[in-house]
């Protein structure tokens, strides 16, 4: 039975509730459930509330369509959907291989295959859900958040629907057939975007929940996209130079020597950062009076440099912590299913942010022992969580199992942070965490591609992720320059990978140098802040003059470049447009922008070819259509061609539109 109540299109048949509703201009949100009801909880869905717009429905009790906008939703005979643009053309179809009584001849199949299959977990009310897609023939598909490869177009590959170290499942994807698709679940699971069918599978979920929607181009389905989930804050002026970070200062002069390094050389720097284990123990939320004494005077210090504070806030809690005889006794953390719940890094756990009362406590821990000093920036890490060998079914929180809620644990984190700022005043709220969910943005969330190698094939990866990212909807991303892993101070290898991707990094939403460099320094000691290693010198003057000299000139075009990445940060801001962002992006009708993967604008009038191979000193460059200046030289060049330009070790290839004022 198909019917109408209110602004809504219903399908009851058999055990299934169906339902199609408007959810913002030119968009449908489609659910369906086993269950004896939707979930109400706002918390699982990334979709802010909608607004309501005027839709048309029609239906004979058998079959039935919804039309919000530009897009048509029609329910056959079989319970098969169909999706339209405003031109009448299917953009997508629901995968239907089943006999029932020869409703609808064209999918009369003996393959028994129904594209919304609910497989039920024995004893509970959740089940294993499979949705099914046809391919669609030349469709090209970006988005979907950071996969460690250097895919930019996703069709034809295979995507864990799951938050690991480097990995940030954010499911929504664009397009080039003119509409964009939200998996709105935060179960555990998997995407399948293969020749003959897309496929998505929820290992444990109570409800198929999507949105989809039309538009006329890539940024009108972006736009809309963020109406529906949320846009960034402005990002503060802080956020938008220089920012340095080594793992790690071991104590407060350490930190405040290089930042005079900084200062004393006249190299601006926004942010400064104390990461990891500053503590006494993880999860006690505050300085180690014996290695950083007086953070309030340090804070004070850095700001009459012009930098601000970054401190690292780890959702552990060790056993030894002051905290946690009392958030075990409250069930403020992360439960283990079999077994005990201590073992990440030793002897600690994890808070469980999907219980607001958790996020209360923690909150008002870092507001006494950070925020109360001036600390206004925090680096939310390991916000997978990154439990052990990430054993999904193996954890539950507050709000549910892992494999059915886990994904939403960054979005969470992020909002734990951004309302207790929020509650204080504070205005243009950013944080840097290591991963992410769709709507994460709303909550000031600055995403960064986690612990990954010094190569340059992860270099490539990351240029693949960074633009994905932003398609997904994070607009603010950024990198380790140098990568992570395995980078040694005094190996020239080394430093050329350094070198190529600082200049890459000048142009990514935020610039920011961070490391585990080689050679490791021992602990200072066996406890509290002191007991753990640290990396290498990661300064720019700690590779030689050569090095220094490059990094410097890039530090200083970022500067440059200020007053065009305000106006970058502003459209993110009020519009949702991603930052760096394939060429397609902004060159929609021609073919060759959407086959360019080596490439990216940043905003509409800077074009970066990044260099991503070793000993490259050459590389080709595609030019869409207009006239672009190149940044070195001055040279015009006519769009619509492709050229061989020179990329010595100083410099990457950087046009600019002809005309276009960006400071460089």
Request: contains cysteine.
């Amino acid at each position: 039975m198909i019917y109408q109540k209110e602004q809504k299109l219903y399908r009851r048949y058999d055990k299934e509730l169906l339902c199609i509703e408007p959810w913002g201009t030119n968009a449908l949100r489609v659910r369906a459930t086993e269950c004896a009801a939707f979930r109400t909880d706002d918390d699982c869905s990334a979709l802010l509330p909608a607004k309501e717009t005027a839709v048309s429905i029609e239906t004979d009790g058998k079959t039935g369509s919804i039309q919000n906008g530009n897009i048509t939703c029609k329910i056959m005979e079989n319970g098969m959907m169909r999706f339209y643009n405003q031109k009448g053309e299917k953009i997508l179809e629901e995968y239907y291989r089943n006999r029932r009584d020869d409703i609808v001849e064209e999918f009369n199949s003996s393959l028994e295959i129904s594209p919304r299959t609910f497989t039920p977990h024995a004893g509970c009310d959740e089940y294993k859900l499979t949705m099914r897609f046809e391919a669609n023939p030349g469709e090209k598909i970006y988005g979907m958040g950071q996969y460690q490869q250097p895919d930019l177009e996703l069709k034809g590959c295979i995507l864990e629907l799951a938050q690991r170290n480097s990995q940030a499942s954010v499911p929504f994807y664009l397009s080039n057939k003119g509409y964009g698709f939200l998996w709105n679940n935060p179960a555990i699971g998997k995407v399948t975007f293969g020749k003959n069918l897309t496929e998505w599978v929820a290992e444990s979920t109570k409800q198929l929940d999507y949105w989809i929607v039309v538009g006329d181009s890539p940024a009108e389905i972006e736009e809309a996209y963020a109406d529906a989930t949320g846009k960034v804050p402005m990002m503060p002026e802080y956020g938008m130079g220089f920012w340095q970070c080594k793992l790690r200062y071991w104590t407060q002069e350490q930190l405040l020597e290089v930042a005079r390094g900084y200062y004393e050389r006249k190299i601006p720097v926004d942010v400064i950062v104390a990461d990891f284990f500053h503590w006494p123990h993880e999860g006690d939320w505050k300085f180690d009076p014996e290695y950083w004494p007086d953070p309030k005077a340090m804070v004070e210090e850095l700001d009459k440099m012009g930098m601000k504070l970054m401190v690292s806030i780890w959702p552990t809690v060790d056993g030894q912590s002051e905290n946690y005889p009392e958030m075990l006794d409250r069930g403020l953390l992360m439960r283990s299913e079999h077994g005990k719940r201590l073992g990440q890094l030793g002897n600690a756990c994890f808070i469980d942010v999907t219980n607001p009362e958790c996020r209360a406590f923690v909150w008002e821990r870092m507001k006494k022992n950070y925020y109360d000093d001036g600390i206004q920036i925090f680096w939310l890490d390991e916000a997978e969580p990154e439990v052990t060998a990430y054993e999904f079914n193996h954890y539950r929180y507050f709000m549910g199992s892992d494999l059915e809620v886990g994904n939403i644990y960054p979005k969470l984190y992020a909002k734990m942070a951004y309302e207790g700022q929020e509650a204080e005043g504070q205005q243009n709220i950013l944080n840097l965490l290591r991963c992410a969910w769709a709507g994460s943005q709303k909550y000031g969330a600055l995403v960064w591609s986690g612990d990954i190698d010094s190569s340059f094939k992860a270099l490539r990866n990351q240029l693949a992720a960074g633009l994905n990212m932003g398609i997904a909807g994070i607009p603010w991303w950024t990198t380790d320059i140098g990568g992570f892993h395995g980078g040694n101070i005094y190996d020239d290898h080394f430093k050329e990978v350094l070198l190529r991707w600082f200049e890459f990094g000048a142009f990514c939403p935020v610039m920011r140098l961070h490391g585990v460099r080689e050679p490791f320094m021992k602990p200072l000691s066996n406890h509290g802040g002191g007991k753990m290693m640290s990396g290498a010198e990661n300064e720019i003057w700690s590779y030689g003059e050569e090095a220094e000299a490059i990094m410097t000139k890039y530090i200083r075009l970022r500067e440059q470049m200020r007053p065009y990445i305000r106006t970058l940060m502003q459209d993110a801001h009020e519009k949702g447009s991603p930052v760096m962002r394939p060429l397609f992006y902004d060159h929609p009708d021609d073919p060759a922008c959407w086959e360019v993967s080596d490439e990216f604008h940043f905003g509409p009038s800077v074009l970066v070819c990044p260099v991503l191979y070793e000993n490259q000193r050459k590389r080709d460059v595609y030019l869409p259509a207009g006239s672009w200046r190149d940044t070195r030289d001055g040279k015009v060049y006519e769009g619509g061609k492709t050229y061989t330009v020179d990329a010595p070790i100083d410099s990457i290839p950087v046009f600019v539109l002809d005309g276009a004022d960006v400071g460089i």
